[in-house]
């Protein structure tokens, strides 16, 4: 069988017009295909399956992983014995590397820093493909044979609001494809979400995108400026990603810009984990991927109630397997068929959201900023293992760092710094006070680390 680009888009459609039953096989097929690969290829997993089943079809068999014991064993892991952390930590320094094959193969991507320890990915071209022929077959879906036409009639051109300046997994795949030409890298356009947003305001009308990709908490900003008539661009379809979306920001976003938007859960573990509905569900692509939400000792979660975590395991990057990998996320399994009829499991997510940071100007008014504008910054800074930024008072910043070991933290602290003293002044905030807290980064009850917090509101917001 021959997985081509083609191929995977044809058995994609074939298979959600054969249904649940058809999905389910490709599933446990290719969970049994993926054990038996890392079995033979992957030092570690080889030890840790000692013992199971020759096929293994049923993902409760498996152990569960994590990052932080993955990431230990790096070497032993990864099915490329050409691969070794220190080589790929030592791409992922070299931002002129970005969005280039490491080894002449792979995408090499690093996490964004919204959600605890930091991660090295590599990513396979089986992976990315089957991430391409996803999405583009959600695309068809969310915009019909007549949004499609309107695009194309607009020049398609997408407008893709990323992190800059590292190897993070959204703006390392915007790259390649620019790198490695193609129609495809005409037609999209990268916007930094560490713009200042008057700057960012200005480029978007001057660009006049068709659609519109990126960071929830930047396009709630973006909300914002439209509804204040400094943006006025009327995108088609705009797709919030990364960071978790309730169903009123949604609508709001949705009548800002009167259009249709339509969200995405994923992961850099698995960027093709799921897509949204017009229903507000995330319906997992279970012929590519299994998700699980359990509860604290790893049992299942009964559907119709939110899990202490969730375990995913990709079943196309066959290079670094993540398999029974715990997400740290809390999720919902839809006990009936979801009302938009897709075939495909359907869940809600708790986990993840983005906050956005508040300030006041000296003129009685306010400037908001995305957690992603900060949490890259310093997800970046050589010599940070964990890091959590908290807004103390209107005006106040406390930072929190565990440097990495063998890193000077007088030099990282330094570097941290510079880099947000930067990103306020350029926001016209030069007068937010930035600590250093002596303590490190406290984490949560359940057991992550929110590395982003906005100042406590006396109010909460839409549930």
Not at 149 to 170: C, D, I, K, N, W
Not at 293 to 300: G, T
Request: with cysteine.
């Amino acid at each position: 069988m021959s997985e081509s680009k083609a191929w995977l888009a044809r058995d994609i459609r074939r298979a959600r017009r054969q249904g649940t039953a058809a999905i389910m096989q490709r599933q446990r097929d290719r969970l049994a295909g993926m054990v038996a690969h890392v079995r033979a290829v992957s030092p570690y997993y080889r030890e840790l399956y000692r013992g199971l089943p020759e096929r293994v079809e049923d993902p409760a068999l498996l152990p569960v992983t994590d990052k932080k014991t993955l990431m230990e064993h790096f070497d032993d892991w990864v099915t490329d014995p050409d691969i070794t952390q220190e080589k790929v930590r030592a791409f992922t320094g070299d931002p002129n590397l970005i969005g280039q094959r490491f080894l002449g193969k792979y995408l090499v991507a690093t996490t964004s820093g919204t959600s605890g320890r930091r991660g090295l990915f590599v990513l396979d071209d089986r992976s990315m493909d089957v991430g391409s022929a996803v999405i583009s077959r959600a695309f068809a879906s969310w915009m019909g044979p007549a949004g499609m036409l309107r695009a194309t009639v607009r020049g398609a051109r997408f407008a893709q609001l990323v992190a800059t300046g590292g190897h993070y997994a959204s703006y390392a795949g915007y790259s390649r494809v620019v790198r490695e030409g193609g129609r495809r890298g005409k037609l999209l356009r990268a916007f930094s979400v560490h713009m200042p947003m008057p700057q960012l305001v200005a480029e978007l009308n001057a660009y006049r995108p068709a659609i519109v990709l990126g960071y929830t908490s930047t396009i709630m900003l973006l909300a914002a400026e439209q509804e204040a008539g400094r943006l006025h661009i009327d995108p088609l379809l705009i797709e919030p990603a990364g960071e978790t979306m309730t169903p009123h920001d949604t609508d709001r976003v949705a009548r800002a810009f009167r259009t249709t938007v339509r969200t995405v859960y994923a992961a850099t573990e698995c960027m093709h984990l799921s897509t949204g509905c017009a229903e507000d569900w995330y319906h997992v692509n279970s012929d590519w991927a299994v998700l699980e939400p359990v509860d604290a000792d790893h049992r299942p979660t009964p559907p119709g109630e939110f899990s202490h975590t969730v375990l995913i395991s990709n079943l196309a990057n066959r290079v670094q397997p993540f398999l029974r990998y715990d997400l740290g996320d809390s999720v919902l399994l839809r006990p009936d068929p979801c009302p938009c009829g897709s075939p495909l499991p359907a869940i809600r997510v708790r986990g993840r959201a983005g906050d956005v940071l508040t300030f006041p100007t000296g003129n009685g008014g306010h400037v908001s900023l995305s957690p992603l504008a900060f949490g890259t910054l310093v997800d970046r800074t050589p010599g940070i293992e964990l890091f959590q930024i908290e807004q103390t008072a209107p005006s106040t910043l406390r930072v929190r760092l565990l440097p990495a070991a063998g890193a000077d933290p007088d030099r990282a602290w330094q570097a941290v710094l510079q880099e947000l003293t930067r990103l306020l002044a350029g926001s016209g905030l030069g007068h937010v006070t930035v600590q250093r807290a002596e303590e490190p980064p406290r984490q949560a009850p359940g057991g992550k680390y929110r590395t982003v917090i906005p100042l406590a509101s006396p109010a909460p917001g839409p549930a």
